[in-house]
């Protein structure tokens, strides 16, 4: 993706809500309606769509077709990715390469899953027989052991994740879109003093389940041009990496693969982490971003609390983050919540974000995040550079 010859031209995203009620179908649909009527085109000019798989409605075999056939499409192209919270970013990639074998020329990017509301996820593999066991029964459980191991390793500032905490909030606060029980005002003392849910992870280091939906338009540049596109954004630098040292019996739990994913992204667009205007990463809990913050280059490993100690990420700082408030903040739509910071990555290089508009808002990296294995850090990692055109 190093040439400028594909565009996104139009996204939407739905209000992020807590139990809505409403179908996996019903928030697909309002988000495809916006992200037509924001590209400007017909229903008619899509002949592609790459969607994400969702928790509401886990275990449907032909989720894909069945959805296309809700939105009324005609397909020449239909992929289904399981990549969890790093499916948009991933579809992106997708998406991009389905145009370019010249499989289709407009593909539909969409992430919808109204978990909070209707969750039929059933998650087999070694869960049953290495995990739950233990008492490690979700995502809490796994970060607090990888938590744990940061800190022993590198040792853990409570203190700067408060930091992130708050600024996030700060973000959410500002976004019309965010859920609106997160909606509160929090200090560090708010974060130091949330309950703790597995040691050392407290409530405010975790995502709200949530109901929400995301939608994207990828096409050529040439076609983008043709249709008469007034504003697009070029991904130009995409990498990923599934199951990072899956054959290492004893890995390191600190290390992921973004290590790799990111490598390959800065490689692609010719970039390096001080090139980044806006850091738009996957956030289930804080301590991920610090670690990103490390696996991507932004600094040395080990010093990821020190690195967010010493700047501004607010939307008016030195390397704005999450600028709509992450999920931790905003709310997590199921397997749609890695579109939350993809929507809002779009939103800033378009410049559309309003109050919170990033001043230089040339390029973002969008990352994902999806599952982690028995003993081992996440399994699907994504990098995805995006430059305003």
């Not at 916006?34 to 899509?46: F, T, V």
């Not at 459980?141 to 390793?153: C, M, P, T, V």
Request: aromatic share 8%; glycine share 12%.
């Amino acid at each position: 993706m190093i040439n400028r010859d594909i565009a996104i031209i139009g996204f939407a995203e739905t209000k992020i809500e807590f139990r809505s009620g409403r179908s996996v179908y019903d928030f697909a649909g309002e988000a495809m309606a916006g992200a037509l009527a924001h590209a400007g085109i017909e229903k008619s000019e899509i002949d592609g769509m790459a969607v994400s798989s969702s928790f509401a409605d886990a275990g449907n075999p032909f989720y894909g077709p069945i959805l296309s056939a809700y939105l009324g499409l005609e397909l020449d192209w239909c992929q289904v990715t399981d990549l969890g919270g790093a499916s948009a970013s991933g579809n992106i990639a997708r998406a991009a390469a389905a145009i370019k074998a010249g499989l289709c020329e407009t593909v539909l990017v969409i992430a919808s899953d109204p978990q909070s509301s209707q969750n039929k996820q059933s998650i087999g593999a070694f869960r049953g027989e290495f995990q739950y066991p233990m008492g490690i029964m979700g995502p809490p459980g796994y970060f607090a052991l990888i938590s744990q191991r940061y800190d022993h390793q590198y040792g853990l500032d409570p203190k700067a994740l408060g930091k992130l905490a708050v600024t996030q909030r700060n973000h959410a606060l500002m976004n019309d879109l965010a859920c609106e029980k997160l909606k509160k005002p929090i200090t560090v003392d708010d974060y130091l003093a949330s309950p703790m849910i597995s040691d050392p992870i407290r409530m405010l280091d975790c995502v709200m389940v949530c109901d929400g939906a995301s939608a994207f338009i990828v096409t050529s540049t040439e076609r983008a041009k043709k249709m008469g596109a007034k504003k697009m954004v070029h991904p130009i630098g995409y990498g990923e990496r599934v199951n990072y040292m899956e054959t290492n019996q004893t890995p390191d739990i600190t290390e992921g693969g973004h290590r790799a994913a990111g490598k390959r992204a800065f490689e692609r667009a010719g970039m390096t982490p001080s090139d980044i205007k806006m850091f738009q990463p996957y956030d289930d809990f804080l301590i991920a971003i610090v670690m990103q913050l490390e696996h991507l280059g932004f600094c040395e490993t080990g010093r990821g609390c020190q690195f967010v100690n010493e700047r501004d990420m607010s939307y008016r700082g030195d390397l704005p983050l999450n600028t709509g408030g992450g999920q931790i903040s905003a709310g997590q739509a199921g397997l749609a919540g890695g579109a939350h910071n993809l929507s809002e990555a779009l939103r800033q290089l378009f410049g559309e974000a309003g109050s919170r508009q990033v001043k230089d808002h040339a390029n973002a990296i969008v990352t994902g995040i999806g599952w982690i294995p028995y003993g081992r850090n996440w399994g699907s990692s994504t990098a995805l550079i995006l430059e305003a055109a």
